[in-house]
């Protein structure tokens, strides 16, 4: 069986690992760049629910958070169906100069139509919303918008 790619994403944040690490991990800070609605607290086996614009919501655990070097969540996306699909996401902090790098590192994804249909959404949506939290961040300006199909 052919092996299943990871998404992975790293951007630099001209803001430092503290910053960013609260922006991943405090529910009003995500408000304002990734979901609508966010319940999380950053310590291992925590649960968590993220509501996004739209209405879809997700619940997942923290498997470890390690401020403000790591963070790693056991992802469960639910379709339509009833069906979850169960992956990992982690998010690695590092200085770089004044700023973080973050690598978004999101895996564990198997083969099948609903897996490819996932991948996609993951990648695009990732790359949709790391953009937005460099915006957030350096210049105040949540780029989402109403008619966007990922908000």
Do not use: C
């Not at 690992?17 to 800070?29: C, D, G």
């Amino acid at each position: 069986m052919p092996k299943v790619p990871s998404v992975e994403h790293t951007f630099y944040y001209a803001a430092p690992p503290a910053v960013v690490f609260s922006a991943l991990t405090e529910p009003a800070r995500l408000a304002g760049w990734f979901v609508e609605k966010a319940t999380i607290s950053p310590k291992a086996g925590a649960a968590f629910r993220l509501v996004w614009r739209g209405g879809y919501a997700m619940k997942g655990k923290v498997k470890r958070a390690t401020a403000p070097k790591r963070l790693v969540l056991a992802w469960n996306d639910q379709f339509e169906s009833g069906k979850v699909l169960k992956t990992e996401v982690q998010f690695d902090l590092r200085a770089k100069g004044k700023g973080t790098l973050l690598t978004v590192t999101h895996r564990g994804f198997k083969s099948g139509k609903k897996w490819v249909a996932l991948y996609g959404g993951i990648e695009s949506g990732w790359a949709y919303y790391l953009t937005n939290l460099r915006s957030v961040l350096e210049h105040g300006t949540d780029l989402r918008s109403e008619f966007d199909s990922l908000s």
